[in-house]
């Protein structure tokens, strides 16, 4: 399998992974031509896509679905809520309700020669969901906008090939920042975003001998920055009651408006 962000931050989230014949992205939310952009570096066209993920329906994941589904009738996969939530308040545009098919947390699905199995998890949405997809026994998770992870996560996220995580905010950073109170809140509490140590110490939990890569993603462009997160991340690891090292797994930081490099599983 192939993987490899094209965009994850607060301004706008996409994310590739696809095998020879299989090619999907999990959100849409930047522009259409950015998002073909990114694919086209990777020897790969929005037309070659089968299907689009969509984990909650906040802008800065969906606001290029509109256009994707119109311009190419693309397959998008979404829980019942949110794909009606779209529909109905038109937050990427009118888009034709037969190209949604509707997913449950748990509940696997195949897209091609691709597993995909949602997981649910704990953000302000309505039904969101992060995604863990497999094939030919390898596995990638992308898991991003979620405010606490338990043991249900942990499970779900186990044995990873290549793990995206997201890594939204230094706390400090945060709290002194010029952020309104309420929306303060909102990201730190239980159904916001991951702080950078938050992040690592959920990595810690699901670190294994064949993990090859974790990206760490979803970004704030406010209140983090990519050294700090993944500075932070490694030091969460190096603390951590693990067997590993921060140093026995590569590392790398997704870009807020710019493809990564490709992984493969």
């Keep these: 399998m192939r993987f490899f962000s094209i965009a994850s931050g607060s301004s706008g989230n996409c994310i590739y992974t696809g095998t020879d014949t299989t090619h999907l992205i999990v959100d849409a939310g930047i522009s259409g031509k950015k998002i ?3 694919l086209n570096t990777a020897g790969v066209t929005s037309k ?52 949604f098919n509707v997913v449950k947390a748990d ?8 597993t995909v199995t949602p997981i649910s998890i704990s953000h302000d949405a309505v039904d969101p969901v992060a995604y863990k997809m ?41 709290e002194t920042g010029r952020y309104p109170y309420p929306l303060k809140q909102r990201i730190l509490g239980k159904k916001g975003h991951l702080s950078n140590e938050s ?20 970004l704030s462009k406010e209140n983090n920055y990519e050294r700090l997160a993944y500075e932070t991340v490694r030091l969460e690891i190096s603390m951590g009651e ?14 807020r408006d710019c493809p990564s490099q490709v992984f493969t599983a």
Aim: with cysteine.
């Design 36 to 38: 073909e952009a990114g």
């Design 199 to 218: 992040s690592g110490q959920l990595l810690t939990r699901l670190l294994h001998d064949k993990l090859k890569t974790v990206i760490l993603g979803h």
């Design 107 to 114: 509940e696997e699905f195949e897209v091609g020669d691709i």
């Design 134 to 174: 497999k094939s030919a026994g390898k596995s990638v998770g992308v898991i991003t906008d979620l405010g606490v992870y338990d043991d249900y996560i942990i499970s779900r996220l186990k044995g990873m090939d290549i793990l995206l995580i997201e890594a939204n905010h230094d706390v400090r950073m945060l």
């Design 242 to 255: 693990t067997p590993y090292k921060e140093d026995d797994f590569p590392i790398y930081v997704a870009g």
């Design 48 to 99: 070659d896509l089968n299907g689009i993920l969509v984990t909650h329906e906040h802008r800065d994941h969906i606001c290029g679905l509109g256009v994707m589904a119109r311009r190419y009738g693309i397959p998008m996969y979404a829980t019942a809520d949110t794909i009606d939530f779209i529909i109905d308040n038109e937050p990427a545009g009118k888009i034709d309700r037969s190209l």
